[in-house]
């Protein structure tokens, strides 16, 4: 069974940092794309980060520059350090995974989701 755990979340002034991290288990297979999605209150869910199985990385603008999405060796943990944070980035920070080889920022293609962690950033 599919499982993906997020952790991490919290509250810090903007221009502070957090990292996330998204333990993964239950995969056969380690071709498998990810990303990191965020919701605030009132709005749609949209793509923060994405990383293929070969590490090729995609970000949304919003966050270029500030935000670095990698995982572990052995693909089970999946990181987003998040790093001069400001109050537009208060959400919850979902993690996911795609079978899709090229992991796209389009959450339409993930079948795996988490639950989530509250990020708040306060001004």
């Known amino acids: 069974q599919v499982q993906l755990v997020e952790s991490g979340g919290g509250s810090v002034q903007a221009g502070g940092s957090l990292r996330l991290s998204c333990l993964a288990s239950?995969?056969?297979?380690?071709?498998?794309?990810m990303g990191w999605f965020r919701q605030a209150p009132g709005k749609e869910r949209e793509g923060v980060a994405a990383i293929d199985s070969d590490g090729s990385t995609r970000y949304a603008d919003s966050v270029k520059g500030r935000f670095t999405i990698s995982k572990d060796n052995a693909g089970e943990v999946l990181y987003l350090q998040m790093n001069s944070l400001k109050p537009e980035d208060t959400a919850m920070y979902y993690c996911a995974a795609t079978r899709v080889i090229r992991a796209p920022l389009s959450q339409a293609w993930y079948n795996y989701w988490g639950q989530g962690t509250q990020v708040t950033v306060s001004s």
């Open positions: 239950g995969f056969t297979s380690s071709r498998i794309g």
